[in-house]
T-cell receptor, first 114, second 108 residues
Framework: KAGVTQTPRYLIKTRGQQVTLSCSPI?????VSWYQQTPGQGLQFLFE???????NKGNFPGRFSGRQFSNSRSEMNVSTLELGDSALYLC?????????????FGPGTRLLVL | GQNIDQPTEMTATEGAIVQINCTYQ??????LFWYQQHAGEAPTFLSY????GLEEKGRFSSFLSRSKGYSYLLLKELQMKDSASYLC?????????FGAGTTVTVRA
């Protein structure tokens, strides 16, 4: 069974631009969570989607948004990029709610904002 | 809110044992996970504890005490490939809150 895939793997943007990242979960997994990982802050939860509905949200500004499609694929969008948004963005999928079911992580998208 | 603490770095010798502690204070608790993350790679699942006690899985064991808000990951018979970051994560109201991670370096 294929693992979680994320595209693109690397991205360079400039301040003020917007970016869309994509995540395809493991087949059959309906829950997709997004995390931001930076050396200083570690892994920070962004949001979680299940059956196209956002069920949980972390403490990030409204510039960070996401959505999930009927095939469980998910996208996250960051508008008006800031230098501090440079990070590794990880997507994780699970059969059910995170914490009750094991989450499997994708390889991540490394975003650099100049 | 949540507060999850684990040591930043640990160093040990090949073949030795290392214990990584994790303490947490969260508004909700529905289980604790340990993940391993090699440099430049995605985190991979190691263990899950929801009840007090020890869970053993090969060379890796994880312990949980809910009353103390404490867990540890025990790595036995260390191998060079165990050099990685180890992340403690708490299921806090059905979202995972992660500690900053413990970087373990295994020396020959």
């Amino acid at each position: 069974k294929a693992g979680v895939t994320q595209t693109p793997r690397y991205l360079i943007k400039t301040r003020g631009q917007q970016v869309t990242l994509s995540c395809s979960p493991i087949s059959g997994h309906r829950s997709v969570s997004w995390y931001q990982q930076t050396p200083g802050q570690g892994l920070q939860f962004l949001f979680e989607y299940f059956s196209e509905t956002q069920r949980n949200k972390g403490n990030f500004p409204g510039r960070f948004s996401g959505r999930q499609f009927s095939n469980s694929r998910s996208e996250m969008n960051v508008s008006t990029l800031e230098l501090g948004d440079s990070a590794l963005y990880l997507c994780a999928s699970s059969l059910g709610p995170p914490g009750l079911e094991t989450q499997y992580f994708g390889p991540g998208t490394r975003l650099l904002v100049l | 809110g949540q507060n999850i603490d684990q040591p930043t770095e640990m160093t040990a010798t090949e073949g030795a044992i290392v214990q990584i502690n994790c303490t947490y204070q969260t508004s909700g608790f529905n289980g604790l996970f340990w993940y391993q993350q090699h440099a430049g790679e995605a985190p991979t699942f190691l263990s899950y504890n929801v009840l007090d006690g020890l869970e053993e899985k090969g060379r890796f064991s994880s312990f949980l005490s809910r009353s103390k808000g404490y867990s540890y990951l025990l790595l036995k018979e260390l191998q060079m490939k165990d050099s990685a970051s180890y992340l403690c994560a708490v299921n806090d109201d059905y979202k995972l809150s992660f500690g900053a991670g413990t970087t373990v370096t295994v020396r020959a």
